[in-house]
């Protein structure tokens, strides 16, 4: 059973950059699949932020593209997220997540998730 | 972006009854849809993807339909366990975009 496990703090002041890590276990990240990040604000909906392949290639939310920085560590088997000049508006609960294509399709759907992790933006 | 619309809001049902939940695209996404089911203080689950194809694990009596822009997830026969919000996610095109959520209530 493919687990993930997100690290990082949870408290960071406003303008400063949210840095959060995703350990998996039971499978390899260089197994072809793409690895990235959902987050869900408090009692708000999911919002994809973005991911990365084992190689480094990444796809970004466009929202988020400007102050997102994913990348991938295999000797680790894990990934990163940071996310630079945060607000209040990046408090959320952050999920890492296995990205899983169709046969056919350009995007992903998401098939492992971990248990997630609070970041809470506040001086 | 494409903006998907769940209805309805919220839904109140009994064990033993069939629960239908409707998500709507903006526009076009094929047939790429998957359906994710979210209880307090949990991760989301998958249950389907690519509109009908159940995940691995996930009970029969959940099964999707629709294509396009229209999306239906059936539960039969609800269980307590199934009580939970329910999002639908496209994956036609970026960002890759979740419904706001039906909450399954007793």
């Known amino acids: 059973q493919v687990q993930l496990q997100e690290s990082g703090p949870g408290l960071v002041k406003p303008s400063e950059t949210l840095s959060l890590t995703c350990a998996v276990s039971a499978s390899s990240i260089s197994s072809g699949y793409y690895w990235g990040w959902i987050r869900q604000p408090p009692g708000k909906g999911l919002q994809w932020i973005g991911n990365?392949?084992?190689?480094?290639?990444?796809y970004y939310s466009p929202s988020l593209k400007n102050r997102l920085t994913i990348s991938v560590d295999t000797s680790m088997n894990q990934f990163s997220l940071k996310l630079s000049s945060v607000t209040a508006a990046d408090t959320a609960v952050y999920y890492c997540?296995?990205?899983?294509?169709?046969?056919?399709?350009?995007?992903?759907?998401?098939?492992?998730w971990g248990q997630g992790t609070l970041v809470t933006v506040s001086s | 972006e494409i903006v998907l619309t769940q209805s309805p809001g919220t839904l109140s049902l009994s064990p033993g009854e069939r629960a239908t939940l409707s998500c709507r695209a903006s526009q076009s996404v094929s047939s790429y849809l998957a359906w994710y089911q979210q209880k307090p203080g949990q991760a989301p689950r998958l249950l389907i993807y690519g509109t009908y194809s159940r995940a691995s694990g996930i009970p029969d009596r959940f099964s999707g339909s629709g294509s396009g822009t229209d999306f239906t997830l059936t539960i039969n026969r609800l269980e307590p366990e199934d009580f939970a919000v329910y999002y639908c996610?496209?994956?036609?095109?970026?960002?890759?975009?979740f419904g706001q959520g039906t909450k399954l209530e007793i």
């Open positions: 997540a296995r990205h899983r294509r169709d046969n056919y399709s350009s995007g992903w759907y998401f098939d492992y």
């Open positions: 996610q496209q994956y036609a095109d970026s960002p890759y975009t």
């Open positions: 990365i392949d084992h190689s480094g290639f990444t």
